[in-house]
């Protein structure tokens, strides 16, 4: 698995994947994904991770777990100019509670004045284990790479569900996370082999 071509394509699209706070935002640029893992408050003490995958036309965010009905990926259509992401992910490099996160995010997917929840393609996924966000989210995030790279960012609308083009990027997509996250677990176990 590791030398494959689909290895290599995700791995391009992952290439700047990083702590949100660790990112130079302005290198964004239209058609070419960046990944950021962003921190959000649940209360004083306790936080979550979650992780937003962006060419500047759509968003990925993903969140298995904390303050969402159905874990796993939504993907939105962007409706803001690529300076407004720039903005709101800038702002996103000092945490803030769950609510505040999403109302920022949602500023750059629907219109100014509007309350509503943004139209969004679901991909659901198991929702992950107390304490664990960080690699949920990052093992969820290589299959955002994987549908990402299979569907085409250059329209101005979401993929459909039920079009057999968005079926056969998903499934293919499931096929490659599961290869990488099967070699992640042999190569886990064999680390406890060797010591």
């Not at 990083?18 to 935002?25: A, F, M, R, T, Y």
């Not at 079009?163 to 886990?188: G, H, P, T, V, W």
Request: charge should be negative; aromatic fraction near 8%; glycine fraction near 6%.
């Amino acid at each position: 698995v590791a030398h494959s071509e689909e290895v290599r394509k995700i791995s391009n699209l992952m290439a700047n994947m990083g702590d949100i706070k660790d990112i130079d935002i302005a290198k964004l640029t239209p058609g070419k994904y960046q990944a950021f893992t962003i921190s959000t408050k649940v209360d004083s003490e306790a936080g979550h991770k979650e992780s937003i995958f962006t060419d500047g036309q759509f968003l990925y965010w993903i969140n298995r777990g904390a303050g969402v009905e159905k874990p796993g990926i939504r993907i939105f259509k962007v409706t803001k100019n690529l300076q407004a992401v720039k903005e709101v992910l800038e702002s996103l490099k000092t945490p803030v509670s769950q609510v505040d996160t999403k109302e920022k995010i949602y500023s750059l997917l629907r219109e100014d004045n509007d309350k509503t929840e943004p139209e969004y393609v679901q991909v659901d996924m198991d929702a992950q284990t107390i304490g664990n966000c960080g690699y949920a989210q990052t093992e969820a995030l290589l299959m955002g790479a994987a549908l990402a790279g299979r569907l085409d960012s250059s329209g101005d609308k979401l993929p459909k569900v039920d079009s057999r083009k968005f079926q056969n990027a998903l499934i293919s997509a499931k096929e490659i996370y599961q290869d990488l996250y099967l070699a992640n677990q042999m190569r886990a176990f064999e680390e406890v082999l060797y010591i």
